[in-house]
């Protein structure tokens, strides 16, 4: 099961097909930011990846989740 925040991020976004700066564009955080988090050199704050899965990609963790699981 993926639980490390980066892996939904990075899941999420080529689920919906967007770019990195699209998803920091969106949520309102500068892309280097949004690319340390996708990364995992920095920790994706939690509000933060619920947000942008709900928000940005549309889908919720839990699926985000289901599609990490299935791939593997």
Same mark, same amino acid.
């Given at each position: 099961m993926a639980s490390r925040g980066c %892996? !939904? !991020?990075k +899941?999420?976004?080529r689920i919906r097909g +967007? /770019?990195?700066q699209d998803v920091a564009d969106s949520y309102g955080v500068? $892309?280097?930011t949004y690319?340390?988090?996708e990364k995992g050199? /920095? #920790?994706v704050p939690y %509000? #933060?990846?619920v947000a942008i899965c709900d928000d $940005?990609?549309?889908l919720p963790v839990e699926k985000i989740n289901e599609v990490t699981v299935y791939a593997s």
């Amino acid at each position: 099961m993926a639980s490390r925040g980066c %892996d !939904l !991020l990075k +899941i999420g976004r080529r689920i919906r097909g +967007i /770019t990195q700066q699209d998803v920091a564009d969106s949520y309102g955080v500068h $892309v280097k930011t949004y690319r340390k988090w996708e990364k995992g050199e /920095t #920790a994706v704050p939690y %509000d #933060a990846l619920v947000a942008i899965c709900d928000d $940005v990609f549309r889908l919720p963790v839990e699926k985000i989740n289901e599609v990490t699981v299935y791939a593997s």
